[in-house]
């Protein structure tokens, strides 16, 4: 049973690698939305993993999120994840996401993950490959 209010914090200091300029988001060296959005759905996906049962994962199907200050190199960044509703059939699971610098609040949003089976996801997504 997955239990509402289950959060994951995750923390990492920005690289020039994870700059907006390193991926193309933006010509500034500052911490790029993507790197955000990748932290706060990982957070999401590392909370919700421990109600998997083996062989299950999830995989993000929405992400409404906004990025409201920038981040210089060298700052710590934090993301947080917080389930707050899970599907009558249990498989899609709904988040609060935020993310945070050492001078406060940088982005926030909200997450959605479906719980899906790995062998038969990865064998429908190789299925491409044989047309």
């Known amino acids: 049973m997955i239990l509402i209010g289950t959060k994951c914090r995750l923390e990492q200091t920005v690289t020039r690698e994870l700059t907006a300029g390193a991926i193309g988001s933006g010509a500034l060296p500052v911490f790029g939305t993507p790197f955000m959005a990748a932290m706060m759905e990982n957070a999401a996906m590392t909370a919700l993993q421990t109600f998997l049962e083996e062989g299950q994962g999830s995989v993000g199907t929405h992400l409404d999120i906004s990025h409201d200050a ?6 710590k960044v934090y993301a947080e994840a917080e389930i707050t509703a899970v599907s009558e059939n ?3 699971v709904d988040f609060q996401v935020s993310a945070w610098d050492e001078k406060g ?3 926030k949003g909200t997450h959605t993950r479906a719980i899906i089976g790995n062998e038969k996801f990865l064998a429908k ?6 047309k």
Do not use: F, S, Y
Request: glycine share 16%.
């Open 90 to 92: 249990g498989r899609m």
């Open 70 to 75: 920038p981040t210089p190199v060298g700052m």
């Open 105 to 107: 609040p940088i982005g």
């Open 125 to 130: 997504c190789n299925a491409k490959l044989d």
